[in-house]
């Protein structure tokens, strides 16, 4: 069962952002490639549009040379590709059995579902990982009941039943342990000496190694080389992936000396911090200091973010200005001066159907007092959307009528009110436009050299590159370098994110 | 073309003034008579009161959002209604204690129904009318020793009298106004009220940015048993007498004045004056359908289909979807 795919010049719009310019894909019965990028580069994209999860707005698909077009993910999934999600895409009140046989569960002849065959089915796909997993995944266990690492097993057993010709592992590999990794290679092997093509999307380097026998790199959109594993070192690639031409002039915030000359101090401290995801993370800044954080998504930069402002519990000491502090709900961060900008703005930063003025000073109506005093209010609300330059059709105007980059302005302005100490900020930039994102800058420029301490995670590696003196990148849940000076590279940036271990001085 | 739009408020009030200038057709109307027509619109505005305040709570648990509803109020209402009774015993004296129980035991009851929410998880709808069923065992059993008890005059005369034979406003609707400046100052001048539109939209937001849900969501559901409890208080001192199903009639009409008047089913969206407006209008169509001589199932039917052409038309009007 010979199968060849090929994308070409794929281009993929989302309104006005261009995910894809240029997107090139080969893959061939009997081989793994890797579908290599940074963020934001369109690795996620490039496996949406050849599993048909989206549609493509330019270029060519062809499946054995013939041409297609997909407009479900059923339809490409008719045509033996099978994807593996990186966001599960099980249903949790469900037992393992039929969360695989889904919509495919084997019937008796007179139309009912043969619980005995599918039972059967299923164990026969659990015994390819058998050993890998505790004793209680079977095939009647519910999916809510499983962890993580066994969530994404059924995950690649579901992708797997179809028997697909192509297979897209898209980051299966970031939940499972060495022996589940292990064992998925092994099976990966088997394929594809069965004759299947087999996708390979991850952002740990030594795995890409291990397993791909080509590869396809992305970056900003196009593909900019492709070629055999074996020809290329782990060096070159990050080289690829590496943008050369930068959009934006950047100012660096240097930490502000003092008027005696001495070092800023510290502000807050944060010693072997640990949560579901990170594992362990130590960190200083100083008092004006904007720390840039770095790293792939889901690398456990949002877990640092929400441990700090009291969202979620840890394990670890947090010291603010050497005091021991312990938040158990961000409302005690916020009396410490502390502010977060959260990272998905629409769902954890806005009251879409409320007004701007409301949404401004949801953190600090407490000031007000009783009868609130709206005069006041209106006015401070005023004086901060005037400050950050808000276009809007007036305070009473509900946030959902403003662009995005505007709502953003909002979530950022209503901790501005309460001039904070320290911002944790996650990626305040995403989805904004370049306009706003310049305003930005200068916006965080401005703030640490009035002395505030500024943590900023940003999925956009210039920009960290651009306005931080120190960056910190984040790997599965632990700093993998910390980049300054000499050493605060695209390169090196994009290396530890990847895993690399000679990227900076971990 | 431009887009009329009217607050639901203005449009319930406007719909309510229609039917009522209508109703001067009917055969049994006020005709052209204006004293006998004020006095019609007087008497339906102080029967609205009671719906209105027990709606008040509703209100409010319906802004607090996800799924918030309070279907234990109309049984907290003859709860209420019938300890006002026995506490007064007829006594004038007595009627600050029996006010001072009502509003405790409804706020015991709403913050039980808050624990429940917020603690264990449980949908509102279930937990309040699992508690709905709890309460009404209690009537029973308070009932079966045979309610003995009197309303005192001064209720008699501060709910259901005219303010003094010269000006013919109940008192009861003077009441009402008061009550419902201090809801609006509750809702729109406080940081609880603002804290509760935040929690009916979203609850990530709210926290994020220092709401306690938690805390928030439990004085809701207290502060609205509380609220049902007041109404219990009102209705015994109008009708003077108690019995099982006083309040439980109250109980569809409340959540349909919220509707009526515009308050998001959802959360995060309304107002108390909205509430007030559907009350009356609610009000008005059963005392219009009533003098028509309308059978009851007829005035379900048109109560029924007003609430649903109100909402149908707001939810136009807005556009949530978005």
Same mark, same amino acid.
């Given at each position: 069962?010979?199968?060849?795919?090929?994308?070409?010049n794929?281009?993929?719009?989302?309104?006005?952002?261009?995910?894809?310019?240029?997107?090139?894909?080969?893959?061939?019965?009997g081989?793994?490639?890797?579908?290599?990028?940074?963020?934001?580069?369109?690795?996620?994209?490039?496996?949406?549009v050849?599993?048909?999860?989206?549609v493509?707005?330019?270029? @060519?698909?062809?499946?054995?040379?013939? %041409?297609?077009?997909?407009?479900? %993910?059923?339809?490409?999934?008719?045509?033996?590709?099978?994807?593996?999600?990186?966001?599960?895409?099980?249903?949790?009140?469900?037992?393992?059995?039929?969360?695989?046989?889904?919509t495919?569960?084997?019937?008796? %002849?007179d139309g009912?579902?043969?619980?005995?065959?599918?039972?059967?089915k299923?164990?026969?796909?659990?015994?390819l990982?058998?050993?890998?997993?505790?004793?209680?995944?079977? %095939?009647?266990?519910?999916?809510?009941?499983?962890?993580?690492?066994?969530?994404?097993?059924?995950?690649?057993?579901?992708?797997?039943?179809?028997?697909?010709?192509?297979?897209?592992?898209?980051e299966?590999?970031?939940?499972?342990?060495?022996?589940?990794?292990?064992?998925?290679?092994?099976?990966?092997?088997?394929w594809?000496?069965?004759?299947?093509?087999?996708?390979?999307?991850?952002h740990?380097?030594e795995e $890409?190694?291990r397993?791909?026998?080509?590869?396809?790199?992305?970056?900003?959109?196009?593909?900019?080389?492709?070629?055999?594993?074996?020809?290329?070192?782990?060096?070159?690639?990050?080289?690829?992936?590496?943008?050369?031409?930068?959009?934006?002039?950047?100012?660096?915030?240097?930490?502000?000396?003092?008027?005696?000359?001495?070092?800023?101090?510290?502000?807050?401290?944060?010693?072997?911090?640990?949560?579901?995801?990170?594992?362990g993370?130590?960190?200083?800044?100083?008092?004006?200091?904007?720390?840039?954080?770095?790293?792939? @998504?889901?690398?456990?930069?949002?877990?640092?973010?929400?441990?700090?402002?009291?969202?979620?519990?840890? @394990?670890?000491?947090?010291?603010?200005?050497?005091?021991v502090?312990?938040?158990?709900h961000?409302?005690?961060?916020?009396?410490?001066?502390?502010?977060?900008?959260?990272g998905?703005?629409?769902?954890?930063?806005?009251?879409y159907?409320?007004?701007?003025?409301?949404?401004f000073l949801?953190?600090?109506?407490?000031?007000?007092?009783?009868?609130?005093?709206?005069?006041?209010?209106?006015?401070?609300?005023?004086?901060?959307?005037?400050r950050?330059?808000?276009?809007?059709a007036?305070?009473?105007?509900p946030?959902?009528?403003?662009?995005?980059g505007?709502?953003?302005?909002?979530? $950022?302005?209503?901790?501005?009110?309460?001039?904070?100490?320290?911002?944790?900020?996650?990626?305040?930039?995403?989805?904004?436009d370049?306009?706003?994102?310049?305003?930005?800058?200068?916006?965080?420029?401005e703030?640490?050299?009035?002395?505030?301490?500024?943590?900023?995670y940003?999925?956009?590696?210039?920009?960290?590159?651009?306005?931080?003196?120190?960056?910190?990148?984040?790997?599965?849940?632990?700093?993998?370098?910390?980049?300054?000076?000499?050493s605060?590279?695209?390169?090196?940036?994009?290396?530890?994110?990847?895993?690399?271990?000679?990227?900076?001085?971990? | 073309?431009?887009?009329?739009?009217?607050?639901?408020?203005?449009?319930?009030i406007?719909?309510?003034?229609?039917?009522?200038?209508?109703s001067?057709f009917?055969?049994?109307?006020?005709? /052209?008579?204006? /004293?006998?027509?004020?006095?019609?619109?007087?008497?339906?505005?102080?029967?609205?009161?009671f719906?209105?305040?027990?709606?008040?709570?509703?209100?409010?648990?319906?802004?607090?959002?996800?799924?918030?509803?309070?279907?234990?109020?109309?049984?907290?209402?003859?709860?209420?209604?019938?300890?006002?009774?026995?506490?007064?015993?007829?006594?004038?004296?007595?009627?600050?204690?029996a006010?001072?129980?009502?509003?405790a035991?409804?706020?015991?009851?709403?913050?039980?129904?808050?624990?429940?929410?917020?603690?264990?998880?449980?949908?509102?709808?279930?937990?309040?009318?699992?508690?709905?069923?709890?309460?009404?065992?209690?009537?029973?059993?308070?009932?079966?020793? /045979?309610?003995?008890?009197?309303?005192?005059?001064?209720?008699t005369?501060?709910?259901?009298?005219?303010?003094?034979?010269?000006?013919?406003?109940p008192?009861?609707?003077?009441?009402?106004?008061?009550?419902?400046?201090?809801?609006?100052?509750l809702?729109?001048?406080?940081?609880?009220?603002?804290h509760?539109?935040?929690?009916?939209?979203?609850?990530?937001?709210?926290?994020?940015?220092g709401v306690?849900?938690?805390?928030?969501?439990?004085?809701?559901?207290?502060?609205?048993?509380?609220?049902?409890?007041?109404?219990?208080?009102?209705?015994?001192?109008?009708?003077?007498?108690?019995?099982?199903a006083?309040?439980?009639?109250?109980?569809?009409p409340?959540?349909?004045?919220?509707?009526?008047g515009?308050?998001?089913?959802?959360?995060?969206?309304?107002s108390?004056?909205?509430?007030?407006?559907?009350?009356?209008?609610?009000?008005?169509?059963?005392?219009?359908?009533?003098t028509?001589?309308?059978p009851?199932?007829?005035?379900?039917?048109?109560?029924?289909?007003?609430?649903?052409?109100?909402?149908?038309?707001?939810?136009?009007?807005r556009?949530?979807?978005?």
């Amino acid at each position: 069962m010979s199968v060849s795919l090929s994308a070409r010049n794929i281009v993929k719009r989302y309104g006005g952002v261009i995910a894809l310019s240029d997107g090139n894909l080969d893959v061939h019965s009997g081989e793994v490639v890797a579908l290599i990028g940074a963020n934001g580069s369109g690795k996620s994209t490039m496996s949406k549009v050849i599993n048909g999860v989206v549609v493509l707005d330019g270029g @060519q698909l062809l499946l054995d040379d013939k %041409p297609v077009r997909f407009s479900s %993910p059923q339809a490409a999934r008719k045509m033996g590709i099978a994807t593996v999600f990186q966001e599960l895409s099980l249903v949790p009140k469900m037992t393992v059995a039929d969360n695989i046989w889904l919509t495919r569960e084997p019937l008796k %002849p007179d139309g009912m579902i043969d619980r005995r065959v599918m039972r059967e089915k299923t164990e026969a796909l659990l015994e390819l990982f058998s050993g890998t997993f505790k004793a209680d995944l079977r %095939p009647e266990t519910l999916v809510s009941d499983l962890h993580p690492d066994e969530k994404q097993i059924v995950e690649i057993l579901k992708a797997i039943s179809l028997n697909p010709r192509i297979l897209i592992l898209d980051e299966a590999t970031a939940s499972l342990d060495s022996r589940q990794v292990e064992r998925l290679f092994e099976l990966v092997r088997r394929w594809k000496a069965e004759g299947k093509a087999i996708v390979f999307v991850s952002h740990r380097m030594e795995e $890409i190694f291990r397993i791909a026998d080509r590869y396809s790199v992305l970056r900003n959109g196009k593909t900019v080389g492709q070629g055999d594993i074996k020809d290329i070192t782990e060096k070159d690639l990050i080289q690829l992936m590496t943008e050369k031409e930068k959009v934006f002039q950047f100012t660096k915030t240097t930490i502000a000396e003092n008027a005696t000359g001495l070092e800023q101090p510290v502000y807050l401290e944060v010693e072997n911090l640990t949560t579901e995801i990170l594992r362990g993370v130590s960190l200083k800044v100083k008092q004006g200091e904007l720390l840039g954080i770095g790293g792939l @998504q889901g690398q456990g930069q949002r877990d640092l973010l929400l441990a700090l402002f009291g969202d979620i519990p840890y @394990q670890g000491i947090v010291r603010i200005r050497g005091e021991v502090v312990r938040f158990k709900h961000p409302r005690q961060a916020m009396q410490k001066k502390l502010a977060l900008v959260p990272g998905d703005r629409a769902k954890e930063g806005l009251l879409y159907i409320r007004s701007i003025l409301e949404n401004f000073l949801l953190p600090s109506w407490q000031k007000y007092g009783f009868p609130l005093k709206m005069k006041l209010a209106k006015r401070d609300a005023l004086a901060i959307s005037e400050r950050l330059s808000l276009v809007m059709a007036g305070l009473m105007a509900p946030v959902s009528s403003l662009s995005g980059g505007n709502a953003q302005k909002v979530v $950022i302005g209503k901790w501005l009110l309460r001039d904070p100490d320290c911002y944790l900020l996650d990626d305040p930039t995403k989805g904004v436009d370049v306009h706003t994102k310049a305003e930005f800058y200068a916006l965080l420029t401005e703030l640490s050299q009035q002395g505030k301490s500024i943590l900023f995670y940003s999925s956009d590696d210039d920009e960290l590159i651009g306005l931080c003196d120190r960056v910190i990148v984040l790997h599965d849940g632990k700093i993998r370098a910390e980049l300054k000076g000499a050493s605060l590279t695209k390169e090196n940036l994009i290396a530890a994110s990847m895993g690399v271990s000679n990227g900076g001085e971990a | 073309m431009r887009r009329i739009s009217i607050s639901p408020p203005v449009a319930a009030i406007l719909l309510a003034i229609v039917l009522f200038l209508l109703s001067g057709f009917l055969p049994n109307g006020f005709g /052209n008579d204006i /004293n006998v027509a004020i006095a019609q619109a007087t008497n339906i505005v102080r029967l609205a009161v009671f719906l209105g305040v027990i709606a008040a709570g509703q209100t409010l648990v319906i802004i607090s959002g996800f799924e918030g509803i309070d279907l234990s109020a109309g049984s907290v209402v003859t709860l209420t209604a019938i300890l006002t009774y026995v506490t007064v015993k007829g006594e004038d004296d007595k009627v600050l204690l029996a006010l001072l129980i009502s509003l405790a035991v409804g706020a015991l009851i709403g913050f039980i129904n808050g624990l429940g929410i917020t603690f264990l998880k449980i949908s509102p709808f279930v937990m309040t009318l699992g508690m709905s069923g709890v309460v009404t065992g209690l009537i029973i059993i308070i009932n079966h020793g /045979n309610v003995s008890g009197k309303v005192a005059p001064i209720m008699t005369r501060l709910i259901a009298r005219p303010l003094s034979p010269d000006i013919p406003i109940p008192n009861a609707i003077i009441i009402w106004i008061i009550f419902g400046f201090m809801m609006w100052l509750l809702l729109e001048r406080s940081t609880f009220g603002k804290h509760l539109f935040a929690i009916g939209v979203n609850r990530v937001t709210a926290k994020l940015s220092g709401v306690n849900v938690t805390v928030t969501n439990l004085a809701v559901y207290s502060l609205a048993g509380a609220l049902a409890g007041f109404g219990g208080f009102l209705v015994v001192g109008n009708t003077g007498v108690v019995f099982i199903a006083l309040g439980q009639p109250f109980l569809f009409p409340s959540i349909a004045a919220v509707a009526v008047g515009g308050t998001l089913l959802s959360g995060g969206k309304g107002s108390y004056w909205g509430t007030m407006a559907g009350a009356i209008v609610l009000t008005l169509i059963t005392s219009l359908l009533t003098t028509m001589q309308m059978p009851d199932s007829v005035r379900r039917m048109v109560l029924g289909a007003t609430l649903l052409v109100m909402i149908s038309i707001y939810g136009r009007q807005r556009g949530f979807r978005q």
